[in-house]
């Protein structure tokens, strides 16, 4: 490289890197001004990320974050924080720098530095792709700020890293030109478990884009195959290394093994070719309505890119079967890194679609693809391939311009001018919308400030801190283990969140990815009914209160039950703080109903299968003694369906075609199934065969007792219903002790023979 090219490549790239901290400024000025006063969003995954990376900072160490899920904790791997970052920060804190309190501040402004070196990055790419200086620069910028990681700003924050991609294929770019040199592999290896540290999709993304050129040169370029292997050991080395770091440190065995949206999180067609945000994205709408645009599989590569790519493909086609040159199908004439990432990346973008696992005639594939399943956002690794094309589109263009200019047709040469100024108006639009959705979000600075949170006014009431083992928010929300969905509120989130990472005080909550599915379930439980035994207060480590935040909105007749247990201490707008004594919650209404029960059998006539019931109304109990699957819940038998689908698990007559009113179906389900627990749908005929139904979603259950958590419908007999169909859809299901009663009627029953023999209450055990 000659001095004067080298200085010519060094001013250009000083030159994107000025021009795009001005853009960056534009664009974010008001966040640049005062990072730490603006979320990008205050709710939602955004908050989570500056909750979770606020309370470890200032209250945790090592890898163990206890803001959530207590008295367990978490692996710092699965809450929505960054984990590298967090590290870092704490460091910082417990040497005397007040890292923590300006959370926001740091979130906010590195993705924003991302944003403005990101075109630095793709200068050097299109460089190394035969460019121009000046035409480089700009279309760097275009390629940069249109990125689809700038998306990401406003939900996870730790996607939004934009400069990570590109930094990833620029070492494989190196590799591929001086493969005998070490330095770019370890580089590639040490970044990616880097930004894995900020975020584990960026570790798979790199090493997954790796792979793909590995296959790529494997296959067109024999004289690279004696290094294929050094690609090999830096494609997977980062991968088994962050793996044997999770399997040494994550204790927790029971994290669900197939959480939702292999097939939903992926991209399409239109999520990568059209347009996805702005007013360009209102107009095509306009014109080809769409609902299939999945913000997870955001790649839009603009509608430049789109183009070329479609013409390309178009002139390649005819070329090939004119001159009948065959290999030029997967061999083009392009630069080396250039073809083979528009194959890596095209590999990965039809994994990014859900291809194999979406086609129903590969379900054996995704059954076994365990590892690939915990990647259930296959949509984000199509953001490779809007790096490649969008680099090839700018060669292409200006391949075209130097092609008409060697015709010696000047002005058809300029047609691409127009093309360049469309693309830049496309990345302006869509990047100054995003910018204008996070400059709103303004008020930030209150969230980590002690003086200005509800938990403050608890000297109002004579109380402190001290006092308390941890915050139980209510509307209550328990969110990450893909079968229970419980999403309390935006406010109790707020709340919540503001409040422990400001005191240190741990949640009784769950808002983390992946989460135990046992815990889960005990945590859930102290929302169930007064008939089942709270286990997770045998762990808690002492005796002292829950405080219960409470903010106004509604409450389901569950969390209600649990504030009368409660004792107010401090009410303002925001929230009220309740004091809620561990007795309170540990006390059940077993020793009455036992001693009810005692009282009432001998007066209750004993009906078919053993039953009692303490109205004349008619009752049903399935207890599916003989079904071929024998891990039943209270008996040996239990109804199983391995297939998705539904299930049947009653069909027939009403119990007493007589009765009419308000009544419920219930059911059993086991809890620590490999799915999550689907929906249970009761439908009532009449005569005619019409049906009224009515559905409820299994992830809203909050009665668990041991392994099991039961589901229930409530439903209206009406003088006209003839038959009722009570049906279940999931996959993996295991279900026992169907009970379908009026909601006014108790059911009593005796499983079980000589010491074994146990009464039950409306499939509730009264006795050991």
């Not at 530095?113 to 121009?132: D, E, G, K, Q």
């Not at 009449?686 to 299994?698: F, P, R, S, Y």
């Amino acid at each position: 490289m000659s001095p004067t090219f080298r200085n010519a490549h060094r001013l250009g790239m000083a030159g994107v890197a000025l021009v795009a901290a001005l853009l960056t400024a534009v664009l974010f000025w008001p966040i640049l001004v005062n990072p730490n006063d603006y979320f990008f969003k205050d709710g939602g995954d955004a908050l989570q990320s500056y909750f979770a990376t606020a309370f470890y900072t200032m209250h945790d160490v090592g890898n163990r974050f206890t803001g959530m899920n207590y008295p367990y904790g978490e692996h710092f791997n699965y809450p929505n924080l960054q984990p590298l970052l967090a590290t870092i920060m704490g460091f910082l804190q417990r040497h005397g720098v007040p890292t923590g309190r300006y959370t926001v501040a740091i979130t906010n402004l590195l993705p924003l530095v991302s944003v403005a070196f990101t075109p630095v990055v793709m200068y050097a790419i299109l460089r190394r792709t035969r460019l121009p200086v000046l035409y480089a620069a700009v279309l760097a910028l275009l390629i940069g700020f249109m990125s689809p990681q700038i998306l990401r700003l406003d939900g996870h924050i730790s996607l939004s890293y934009a400069c990570f991609v590109p930094l990833l294929w620029y070492c494989i770019i190196r590799m591929q030109e001086a493969p005998r040199q070490w330095r770019w592999y370890v580089l590639f290896g040490v970044g990616t478990l880097l930004m894995g540290g900020m975020m584990l999709y960026f570790l798979a993304c790199g090493c997954f884009f790796l792979m793909g050129h590995i296959a790529v040169l494997a296959w067109q370029q024999p004289r690279m195959r004696p290094w294929l292997g050094r690609m090999v050991l830096a494609a997977l080395l980062p991968l088994l290394l962050f793996r044997g770091y999770i399997w040494a440190t994550d204790h927790v065995a029971d994290r669900p093994p197939n959480p939702y949206g292999l097939t939903v999180y992926i991209s399409n067609t239109q999520s990568v070719f059209t347009p996805v945000l702005g007013p360009l994205h209102d107009w095509w709408q306009a014109h080809w309505p769409s609902d299939e645009y999945n913000d997870e599989g955001f790649a839009y590569v603009g509608l430049v890119s789109t183009l070329t790519l479609a013409v390309s493909v178009v002139l390649g086609l005819v070329a090939v079967v004119r001159r009948r040159q065959w290999q030029r199908l997967w061999r083009p004439a392009l630069p080396l890194h250039l073809r083979t990432g528009l194959w890596a990346a095209s590999l990965l973008l039809l994994l990014a679609f859900g291809m194999p696992f979406k086609w129903e005639w590969f379900a054996w594939v995704t059954d076994h693809a365990g590892p690939v399943k915990q990647f259930r956002s296959l949509g984000r690794f199509a953001w490779p391939f809007y790096y490649v094309a969008t680099t090839y589109t700018a060669y292409c263009l200006y391949r075209m311009w130097r092609y008409l200019r060697r015709q010696r047709v000047p002005a058809l040469a300029w047609v691409g001018l127009p093309l360049l100024l469309f693309w830049a108006t496309e990345a302006w639009l869509q990047v100054s919308t995003k910018a204008d959705q996070v400059t709103v979000g303004t008020g930030a600075s209150t969230f980590l400030d002690p003086a200005t949170g509800v938990v403050s006014r608890l000297s109002w009431a004579g109380r402190q801190l001290s006092d308390f083992q941890a915050i139980l928010p209510v509307p209550y929300y328990n969110m990450g283990t893909d079968k229970f969905d419980l999403s309390g509120s935006s406010n109790s989130i707020y709340q919540g969140d503001k409040a422990a990472a400001t005191t240190g005080l741990p949640l009784l909550a769950t808002y983390v990815s992946r989460a135990s599915v046992g815990q889960a379930m005990q945590h859930i439980q102290l929302f169930s009914s007064d008939m089942v035994p709270k286990e997770l207060l045998a762990h808690f480590p002492n005796d002292k209160p829950i405080l219960l935040l409470v903010t106004p909105d509604y409450y389901t007749e569950a969390e209600q039950r649990l504030i009368k247990l409660g004792h107010l201490l401090v009410e303002t707008p925001e929230a009220s703080l309740y004091e809620l004594p561990i007795a309170a919650l540990a006390a059940t209404a077993l020793p009455r109903a036992r001693i009810l029960a005692d009282s009432l059998l001998p007066t209750l006539p004993v009906r078919a299968g053993g039953l009692r019931a303490t109205t004349p109304a008619g009752v049903l109990v399935q207890s599916f003694d003989q079904a071929p699957d024998r891990r039943g819940r209270l008996g040996a038998g239990a109804y199983y369906q391995a297939a998705d689908g539904f299930s049947t698990l009653y069909d027939g007559p009403v119990p007493a075609p007589a009765d009419t009113g308000r009544y419920e179906a219930s059911v059993w389900m086991n809890g620590k199934s490999d799915y999550g627990y689907g929906n249970m749908q009761v439908k009532a005929y009449n005569a005619k065969g019409e049906a009224t139904a009515t559905v409820v979603d299994g992830r809203k259950a909050t009665e668990v007792l041991g392994n099991w958590v039961r589901i229930i419908v409530p439903f209206r007999v009406t003088p006209e219903v003839v038959r009722i169909e009570v049906i279940y859809q999931n996959r993996d299901l295991l279900a026992d002790d169907l009970l379908i009663r009026p909601v006014n009627t108790d059911v009593y029953y005796y499983v079980g023979t000589g010491s074994h023999r146990r009464l039950i209450k409306n499939t509730y055990p009264l006795t050991p």
